[in-house]
């Protein structure tokens, strides 16, 4: 069974960082494109950033780009997200999801990320 | 970038009526479109994908048509299983963009 489990997220001050992990299980993590989703409050989904099997290659969303670092350890089939000088509206809760077929076909619970002084 | 639209935004339906959704896209996409169910503080789960595959497991009153810049996502018979919101999103760059969402709720 293909399980994927976020961790990381809390409450941070604008302008910190924060690291969020993701730990996949129950397929071949390392032939899997990766990808960070977050969805703000009551609001819709919005992708953030992914990275390619082998961590060669990596996109971003406009609005993360140079603060936002997607990362991965096949070693440890884990999933990463480094997010430096947060802004209040990166708040939302972040998913983890892989990529098969060339969309999010699993998604991890979430977790939520609070950006407030 | 690519734009996506839903309509309508809010679709207050009957178990057992026939339920339809639009998704828009700015420009083609030729069927690189799928669409996903969301229920209250669950993460989205994936119904169809290019455009009008059934994932694994999805019943088959859901179905997906569509290409281009337009999509639907049908229910045949609405179960009370299926009061929640829909996204389309979009993969046919190396980045997906997400619809905002159509909320299904009971009439």
């Known amino acids: 069974e293909v399980q994927l489990v976020e961790s990381g997220g809390d409450l941070v001050q604008p302008g910190r960082s924060l690291r969020l992990s993701c730990t996949a299980s129950?397929?071949?993590?390392?032939?899997?494109?990766m990808n960070w989703v977050r969805q703000a409050p009551g609001k819709g989904l919005e992708w953030v950033a992914n990275?390619?099997?082998?961590?060669?290659?990596?996109h971003y969303l406009d609005s993360v780009k140079g603060r936002f670092t997607i990362s991965r350890d096949n070693a440890k089939n884990s999933l990463y997200l480094q997010m430096n000088s947060l802004r209040a509206e990166d708040t939302a809760v972040y998913y983890c999801?892989?990529?098969?077929?060339?969309?999010?076909?699993?998604w991890g619970q979430g977790t939520l990320v609070t950006v407030s002084s | 970038d690519i734009q996506m639209t839903q309509s309508p935004s809010t679709l207050s339906a009957s178990v057992g009526d026939r339920v339809t959704i639009t998704c828009r896209a700015s420009?083609?996409?030729?069927?690189?479109l799928a669409w996903f169910q969301q229920k209250p503080g669950k993460a989205p789960k994936l119904l169809i994908y290019?455009?009008?595959t059934l994932e694994s497991g999805v019943p088959s009153r859901f179905s997906g048509s569509g290409s281009g810049t337009e999509f639907t996502l049908t229910i045949s018979c609405l179960q009370p299983d299926d009061f929640a919101t829909y996204f389309c999103?979009?993969?046919?760059?190396?980045?997906?963009?997400f619809g905002p969402g159509t909320k299904v709720d009971i009439k």
């Open positions: 999801a892989r990529e098969g077929r060339g969309v999010p076909d699993y």
């Open positions: 129950g397929f071949t993590f390392s032939r899997f494109w």
């Open positions: 990275i390619k099997h082998d961590g060669s290659e990596t």
């Open positions: 420009q083609s996409i030729s069927d690189w």
């Open positions: 290019k455009a009008s």
């Open positions: 999103q979009q993969y046919s760059r190396y980045f997906f963009t």
